[in-house]
C-alpha cells in the first residue's frame, strides 16, 4: 500500500504511471479531483481541465500537475486547446431535473455537449497520440443512469447512455492498438453536483431534502450510504494499471446493487 500525502488515505499499490500523461476533465472538485490526486499519487502528470480556472489551479498546485480552464461545451475553443495525454478521465459533468415537457431543449442540448461530444472530442484529439505511444486509457465516469434511467433527467440519462455506446466504440478501435477504453457507473457519489440534485428533487417531489437521500437516492442501491470519491479514484487508477489490460468495452457498476434489480 501506499499513503497518498495529499489526502493522508492509503491506496491500493501496483499502479505506477510514472512517465505518463493524464488529463481529468471536471478536475476541480468531487470524482474529477479525487482521480485527479489518485494519479498523481500513481506517478502521472495530471493536466486538471474545468470550467472553474481557479478550482483547476488549486487542485493542480496541490499535486504538482497543470490547470486548464475551458469550457467543455464550446466546441471551437476545445479543439484548440491541443489536448495530448495517455491517459483520459472523462468526469465533466452535470445535472438538471425536470420532467420532460417542461426540460428546456437549450439546457437538453448543453448537457449533451458537455458529457457527450467533449468526451469524443478530447478523445479524438488524444488518440492518434496514444497509437503512436502503443498505450492508452480511457476512463468514462458514467453513471448507474448510463445503465438505468430515473424520471426527470431525459438529458443526464441520454448523455450518460450515450457515453456508453461512445466508450465501446473507442474500445472496439483502440484495443488492438494498446488503447482500453471503460465506463465506470456509480450510484450516488457524494459530490456538490449530487448536493446541487438533492435541493432539485426536494423541490420538484415536494418532499425534504432528507427524505430526497432516503426515498429517491437510496431507494434502488443495497448498500444504504453514497458512494465517496475516493472510491472511484480507486477504480479509476486501477483501469490504468498493467494488470487491468484486458479489461476493454467494460461498464463496472459501483452503485451497491442498484443495477442488480
Request: net charge negative; aromatic share 4%; proline share 4%.
Amino acid at each position: 500500500m501506499t499513503r497518498d500525502a495529499a489526502t493522508g488515505s492509503r491506496a491500493a499499490s501496483g499502479v505506477d504511471l510514472s512517465d505518463r500523461r493524464a488529463l481529468v476533465t471536471g478536475g476541480a472538485s468531487g470524482i474529477g479531483r479525487a482521480c485527479a490526486r489518485r494519479l498523481a499519487v500513481a506517478g502521472a502528470e495530471v493536466t486538471v481541465l474545468d470550467l472553474d480556472g481557479e478550482g483547476a489551479s488549486r487542485v493542480a498546485s496541490e499535486i504538482g500537475g497543470r490547470a486548464v480552464q475551458a469550457d467543455l461545451a464550446d466546441a471551437d475553443a476545445l479543439d484548440t486547446l491541443g489536448l495530448d495525454a495517455d491517459v483520459v478521465v472523462n468526469n465533466a459533468g452535470l445535472q438538471h431535473v425536470a420532467p420532460l415537457e417542461e426540460f428546456p431543449p437549450e439546457r437538453f442540448s448543453y448537457l449533451l455537449r458537455v458529457m457527450l461530444e467533449a468526451p469524443f472530442r478530447v478523445v479524438r484529439a488524444c488518440l492518434p497520440g496514444m497509437y503512436a505511444r502503443g498505450y492508452g486509457r480511457v476512463v468514462n465516469l458514467s453513471s448507474v443512469h448510463g445503465l438505468r434511467a430515473s424520471p426527470y433527467k431525459a438529458a443526464y440519462v441520454a448523455a450518460k447512455h450515450g457515453l456508453e455506446g461512445l466508450s465501446k466504440v473507442v474500445a472496439l478501435e483502440g484495443g488492438p492498438r494498446g488503447v482500453t477504453s471503460n465506463c465506470i457507473c456509480p450510484a450516488y457519489v457524494r459530490t456538490p453536483l449530487v448536493e446541487s440534485q438533492i435541493a432539485d428533487q426536494a423541490r420538484i417531489h415536494g418532499i425534504s431534502e432528507d427524505e430526497v437521500v432516503e426515498r429517491i437516492m437510496l431507494t434502488e442501491p443495497a448498500i444504504k450510504r453514497l458512494v465517496e470519491p475516493e472510491e472511484v479514484a480507486e477504480l479509476v487508477a486501477y483501469l490504468c494499471s498493467a494488470e487491468a489490460s484486458f479489461i476493454n468495452g467494460a461498464s463496472l457498476t459501483m452503485d451497491g446493487g442498484w443495477s442488480a434489480r
